[in-house]
């Protein structure tokens, strides 16, 4: 498709266990976001991929979130052991680099509900 | 530490009225702002982008001005609508070396019929 494709776009799990949400980026689109949204909130920022520079992991809350990227293609964010407060949104937005205007595109997030 | 504020969480206004939301950015001065609009249960849109050498910008029913003085943004909305009815946000890249863009929480604007 044209825009920013992400998976699942629900996902209810049981805490402690692990999730996997995946994000196609526009083709072409060098750089790639994950942000997080908790319910009435703000974007907090988590990951950062441009090309196959080393990401920009600064705002990732723990080490039970992690995220890879394949090249400048799919990118999955995987959250261990999870736990309730990891409950909200997740994000994903890619950018052309080489375009004038630095606007991000977003997808639809994937809505994670730990119990 | 680098913010960004936008000051009120919800907006009111009349249809036909223009709705004013304010953006403000603390010490490092951006080299641009961009406006994001987001819907209930969606990812948010891009809107608009204003440079810092920019002092407004326009776009249809949109007006986005950069005052880096008073280290503010502001966003209209002319002869507003119900269906402009969403939550706007605010991003910028807060320091030199930032390559991610930080959000402002939002404003909800509601536009009343």
């Known amino acids: 498709g044209a825009g920013v494709s992400q998976s699942p776009s629900n996902k209810v799990t049981e805490k402690g266990k692990d999730v996997e949400l995946r994000c196609d980026p526009i083709s072409g689109h060098t750089a790639l976001y994950w942000y997080r949204q908790r319910l009435g909130q703000g974007l907090e920022f988590l990951i950062y991929?441009?090309?196959?520079?080393?990401?920009?992991k600064s705002g990732l809350p723990s080490d039970r979130f992690s995220a890879e990227r394949t090249g400048e293609s799919v990118s999955t964010l995987t959250i261990q052991r999870t736990q309730q407060e990891d409950s909200a949104v997740y994000l994903c937005a890619s950018s052309s680099r080489a375009a004038g205007t630095p606007e991000l595109f977003f997808g639809e997030g994937s809505r994670l509900t730990v119990l | 530490s680098q913010k960004i504020e936008q000051n009120s969480e919800a907006l009111n206004i009349q249809e036909g009225k223009t709705a004013t939301l304010t953006c403000n950015y603390t010490?490092?001065?951006?080299?641009?702002l961009q406006w994001y609009r987001q819907d209930p249960g969606r990812g948010p849109v891009f809107l608009l982008l204003?440079?810092?050498?920019?002092k407004e910008k326009r776009k249809e029913r949109l007006k986005v001005t950069f005052d880096t003085t008073l280290k503010q943004s502001l966003f209209h909305i002319t002869a507003s609508q119900p269906a402009d009815s969403a939550t706007y946000l605010c991003?910028?890249?807060?320091?030199?070396?930032?390559?991610?863009?930080?959000f402002g929480s939002g404003t909800q604007l509601t536009v009343l019929p």
């Open positions: 204003i440079r810092e050498n920019e």
């Open positions: 991929f441009q090309g196959n520079s080393a990401p920009d």
């Open positions: 010490n490092y001065s951006p080299a641009y």
């Open positions: 991003a910028a890249l807060l320091s030199g070396s930032a390559r991610q863009l930080t």
